[in-house]
C-alpha cells in the first residue's frame, strides 16, 4: 500500500550540500564541514530547548555546587562558538551575544565568516513558545590578515544562510545560493531530512506581521501600509494579523504561507531593533532566494552595507507584490 510505504531513501541536509557542491568541486567539503558544525549547535538547542521546562522544575542541568544554571541563550552561545572554532574551517565569527567579533586563532583557522544569534526571540523562552537559531556565511578575502571589514561588507557578498526553528518540530531552513530548502530534524535518527525542497514564497500574501504597539511611533509610509493591510481600499481582502515576537517563527511563516513580516523605524528607534548582520542580512537573502523581497524603506535590504557589527536596519521583507507595495509608498513620499 502506498499509504503504508516507508521512505527508504532519505535526503539528509549532508547529503543535499554535497550534491550541491558537485558543482563546486574547488570548495572540496569544507562547506559541509562547516555545516554539519552548524547543525550540530542547532541539535544541541534543540535539546536544550525541549528540555528547558523540565530543567526549571527538577534541576535536570545538576546545580550541585551551588552554581546558578546557565541561561539558556549563553549556553547556546557557547556551543555555537566552540563548534565553529573547532571545525577549523572558521576565521571571524560574529556573535549577538558577544560584544567583539571573535578572531580565530591562526592554527585553528579557515577561511569562513559567520555571523549568528544563536538564540533568538529569547523572550518566548519561558513559555514555551518557537525560538530559533540565524546564521549567515561570508567567505574571507585573505586568510593572513583577517580584519572585520570581512564581515563589513553588503549581504549580496553572503554565501549561505539559514535559520532553526525550535518549534513544534526542528525546522532548518538553507540556502547557498541556489534557492532555499528546509529539512526537518527527525528526533529517531538525530538527522535533518529535506522536507521542503526548493521553497517558492506565494507572489502575495494574506498576512502582514508587526509590532502593532509601536504604531503611534510609526512613519507616514508604515503607518499607510498598515492601514491599507486592515482597510483595502481597490476591493481586495484585508490582511490576518499574526504576530509571534519571535523572529524566525514570523519569517518561516511569511515565507511558507506568503505575506509580509516587517520591523519598521520609529521614533524612539530611527533604526528600528532588528540587527543587520545576523538578522535582516540571513532573512533578506532566504527571502530574495526564494522568490520574495527585502527592503529598508531606502534601499534593497542585502545591498546595506554596515559600518559596526551590531548595526540595525528597518526591515519589510516577504511577497514580492506586497514589498512593492510598501516600496511605492515610500516611494510617493520622497
Ligand atoms: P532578541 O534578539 O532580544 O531576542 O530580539 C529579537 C526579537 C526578534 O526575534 C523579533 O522579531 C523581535 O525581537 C520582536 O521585537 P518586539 O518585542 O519589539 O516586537
Ligand atoms: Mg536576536
Given at each position: 500500500h502506498a499509504a503504508e510505504a516507508?521512505?527508504?531513501?532519505l535526503m539528509t541536509i549532508t547529503r543535499h550540500v554535497l550534491n550541491e557542491q558537485g558543482r563546486h568541486p574547488e570548495s572540496r567539503g569544507d562547506f559541509t564541514i562547516l555545516l554539519s558544525h552548524i547543525v550540530l549547535g542547532c541539535k544541541f538547542v534543540a535539546s536544550a530547548v525541549n528540555k528547558a521546562g523540565l530543567a526549571k522544575l527538577i534541576g535536570l542541568a545538576g546545580d550541585t555546587n551551588g552554581e546558578e544554571q546557565k541561561k539558556l541563550d549563553v549556553l547556546s552561545n557557547e556551543v555555537f562558538v566552540k563548534a565553529l572554532v573547532s571545525s577549523g574551517r572558521t576565521c571571524v565569527l560574529v556573535s549577538e551575544e558577544n560584544e567583539e567579533a571573535i578572531i580565530v586563532d591562526a592554527p585553528l583557522r579557515g577561511k569562513y565568516c559567520v555571523c549568528f544569534d544563536p538564540l533568538d526571540g529569547s523572550s518566548n523562552i519561558d513559555c514555551g513558545v518557537s525560538i530559533g537559531t540565524i546564521f549567515g556565511i561570508y567567505m574571507i578575502k585573505d586568510k593572513d590578515n583577517v580584519t572585520l571589514d570581512d564581515v563589513l561588507q553588503p549581504g549580496t557578498d553572503m554565501l549561505a544562510a539559514g535559520y532553526c526553528m525550535y518549534g513544534s518540530s526542528c525546522t532548518l531552513v538553507l540556502s547557498t545560493g541556489n534557492g532555499v530548502n528546509g529539512f526537518t530534524l527527525d528526533p529517531s535518527l538525530g538527522e535533518f531530512i529535506l522536507t521542503h525542497p526548493n521553497i517558492k514564497i506565494p507572489n502575495i500574501g494574506k498576512i502582514y506581521s508587526v509590532n502593532e504597539g509601536n504604531a503611534k511611533n510609526w512613519d507616514a509610509p508604515t503607518a499607510k501600509f498598515v492601514e491599507k493591510c486592515k482597510f483595502p481600499q481597490d476591493g481586495s481582502p484585508s490582511k490576518s494579523l499574526r504576530y509571534i515576537g519571535s523572529m524566525v517563527a514570523d519569517v518561516h511563516r511569511t515565507l511558507l504561507y506568503g505575506g509580509i513580516f516587517l520591523y519598521p523605524a520609529d521614533q524612539k528607534s530611527p533604526n528600528g531593533k532588528l540587527r543587520v548582520l545576523y538578522e535582516v542580512f540571513p532573512m533578506s537573502f532566504l527571502m530574495e532566494q526564494a522568490g520574495g523581497q527585502a527592503f529598508t524603506g531606502k534601499q534593497r535590504a542585502l545591498e546595506l552595507v554596515p559600518r559596526k557589527i551590531h548595526d540595525r536596519s528597518p526591515i519589510f521583507l516577504g511577497s514580492y507584490d506586497d514589498v512593492e507595495d510598501i516600496k511605492a509608498l515610500y516611494a510617493s513620499e520622497s
Open positions: 516507508q521512505r527508504t531513501d
